[in-house]
């Protein structure tokens, strides 16, 4: 009963370094998506994605790509960290979006 | 677009005392709606919904919201709280009009519980 599994749950990331997060879904959710989370602005939508093989763009998708190769996975890349993308991460996956959410737990990502 | 917003930052509320959360949202069509609770270092925790119906919606923990077609406001509510209940809380709609059935989040409102 995992749900919504996110890896790495921690990051430093150098500027410039290259990274990818992970999420992973066994609920069979064609709706996935990676949201950011910063302090007083709530969570703002990076990227989504609406089945197997597709991705589009969020509120804020400047500097990150996604791929979403296989329905239970989601990856978040980030080719070039800079400071500005320090962050709280969260993935979530849905069966049909408006619906509601689940959640991962988090990847607490630092740039320096 | 629709939006979201919670006007109340920080919150801070005596054990045993009521608590009323608002939320306020901008959207053309009949909303889907929701709150949902982030304890300090996890994931985000879905407490209740409303899609259509009965306007007042129970959830899970002992809390309800409301929602208010003239007032554009789905506000939390819990008639005594805990002291489990510090944590932060987020308003959000959904948006089934365009691509992706995205949910959009208010900035969030932090619940410190007094003893």
């Known amino acids: 009963n995992a749900g919504v599994t996110q890896t790495p749950k921690f990051r430093v990331l150098k500027t410039g370094q290259s990274m990818t997060l992970l999420c992973a879904q066994d609920?069979?959710?064609?709706?996935m998506y990676w949201y950011r989370q910063d302090p007083g602005m709530g969570l703002r939508l990076i990227h989504y994605s609406v089945g197997e093989g597709t991705t589009a763009k969020g509120e804020v998708p400047d500097g990150y790509n996604v791929s979403r190769l296989k329905k239970q996975n989601f990856l978040l890349g980030l080719e070039s960290a800079a400071p500005s993308q320090t962050s709280v991460y969260f993935c979530a996956s849905s069966y049909s979006g408006t619906r509601g959410y689940t959640f991962g737990s988090g990847t607490r990502l630092t740039v320096v | 677009a629709q939006s979201v917003t919670q006007p109340d930052i920080h919150i801070t509320v005596s054990e045993g005392a009521s608590l009323e959360l608002r939320c306020n949202y901008s959207?053309?069509?009949?909303?889907?709606l929701f709150w949902y609770v982030q304890s300090p270092g996890q994931g985000l925790q879905l407490l209740l919904k409303y899609f259509s119906g009965d306007t007042l919606v129970q959830g899970i923990k002992g809390f309800e919201a409301e929602f208010k077609r003239s007032q554009s406001s789905f506000n939390l509510r819990k008639p005594s709280v805990h002291w489990s209940d510090a944590a932060e809380y987020f308003c959000?709609?959904?948006?089934?009009?365009?691509?992706?059935?995205?949910?959009?989040f208010g900035g969030g409102t932090r619940v410190l519980v007094k003893p």
């Open positions: 959000a709609v959904g948006d089934y009009e365009a691509a992706g059935n995205k949910l959009t």
């Open positions: 609920m069979n959710h064609e709706y």
């Open positions: 959207y053309g069509a009949t909303p889907y």
